[in-house]
């Protein structure tokens, strides 16, 4: 490297997203659980739910996913310097998940890999990302890519959160002069130490979880970094994400998308308490104006009122981002940057030439970030993002999954309760419904120790 050279437009060079084979209809869910019509599809918002069996684990997503985006994309393992690994479904708690994706790269020499693994519930993606992003942009980089990558298996036990479960991994190759660029200068970060959401039990896979009180933490955190983020992008000039109507497009966490389509609406609400006297609020109830905010978080009317209010933001600005959401659930860290592959797979990439987009990140417990990427404005860029969209190939991947109706996916999750955390056990699922390409459990140990083949192609 020549002295005194900072890397320059460091982002994202290559992208992909691995989600299981098989998956449960939300709708026929609602039916098996004699839940009232329309409590999944419509209260929140959800499609289908992926799941895996004793075959796949969080190191199996990983290993599906840095593989995949490696063979796809041509990438030389020894040209990866950093990985950063963000999640929470731990297997161990001292090995990490990073330690398991060396398996690609020991193969191959290249054993002088730096990071290891991030968590904090949903936010350890983005954090990881921060690391990968700032790894290149330092001193310590010696000119290799980073690899940011971020994967969780998301279930409940028996009962209303049950649902809001779902699966998925990203891989991410971050370099310099990238045509999505991770924009540092202008993000804003809120942190806070609650109890919304949490894993104590370290003989179960399932969290403890206060749902309301998680919902109102999101909530909270979405106002605190949209007018940190606002103001700063305020003082640096940037005058296209002063307020929500000026936003190209935005990306969220979504823990289920009604909680993303009420977040829109918050936004409305804080550009609203910048600008009261807009002539958009002109038709706003007069008892609305004046209701403290500590209340509107739980005032259904001031939420209905900007939820309505925020129809149109959400189907131009948000919308394109919620394919993959809607269809595999939450996918804790990964959450987020399913958004972004939706929006790339979703939206023609000479029409995201040039665009800023902006993207919250939300974990329990909790830690928050609203940042930016900017997608560079070039034929080359458009051309590259092109690429990755092909490469990702999201419809008729979806396309190609089976569904499991909800009495064999309930059976599923209980033979996988009963075996949770113990050693000399062999994994029962199906491996010829899995996708070629799919790294699988081939069994555990009397040590806990794991191996893992890849079904091929």
Known sequence: MTQGFRPQNVGIHALEFYFPSQYVSQSELEAHDQASSGKYTIGLGQLNMAFVTDREDVHSICLTAVHSLLEKYSIDPLSIGRIEVGTETIVDKSKSVKSELMRIFAAVGNTNVEGVDCTNACYGGTAS?????????????????????AGDIAVYA??????????????????????????????????????????PNLSSEYPTV?????????????????????????????????????????CFHSPFNKQVQKSVGRLLYNDFLRSPHDKQWDDMPEDLRNVPEEESYTHRDIEQYFSKKAVPYYKR??????????????????SLYSALVSLITNVDPADLRGKRVVLF???????????????????????????????????????????VDPVEYNGILKSKELKY??????????????????????SIDDMWRRSYERKQK
Not at 129 to 149: I, Q, T
Not at 430 to 441: A, I, Q, R
């Open 361 to 403: 990140s939300y974990g329990s417990g909790l830690c928050s970030s609203m940042f930016s990427v900017r997608f560079r404005d070039s034929e080359d860029a458009v051309g590259k993002v092109t690429d990755m969209r092909i490469r990702l190939d999201i419809a008729s991947r979806l396309a190609a999954r089976h569904k």
């Open 210 to 250: 206060d749902g309301k009180m998680s919902l109102g933490c999101y909530l909270r955190a979405l106002d605190h970094c949209y007018r940190g983020f606002r103001e700063k992008c305020a003082k640096s000039g940037d005058d296209t994400a002063t307020s929500l109507e000026k936003f190209a497009y935005a």
């Open 129 to 149: 990302l921060f690391n990968s992003v700032a790894w290149v942009e330092s001193s310590a980089w010696d000119g290799r890519f980073a690899l940011c990558v």
């Open 158 to 199: 028996e009962g209303n959160a049950r649902p809001t479960g779902g699966c998925g991994a990203v891989a991410m190759l971050i370099g310099p002069d990238a045509p999505v660029v991770l924009e540092s200068a202008n993000r804003f970060s809120h942190m806070e130490h609650t109890y919304d959401f949490y894993k």
């Open 421 to 442: 955390g113990k050693p000399n056990t062999a994994p029962s699922g199906p491996t010829d419904t899995l996708f070629p390409g799919t790294y699988y459990l081939t």
């Open 317 to 334: 600005i948000v919308q394109p981002s919620v394919l993959l959401s809607q269809q595999l659930g939450n996918t804790y860290t990964a």
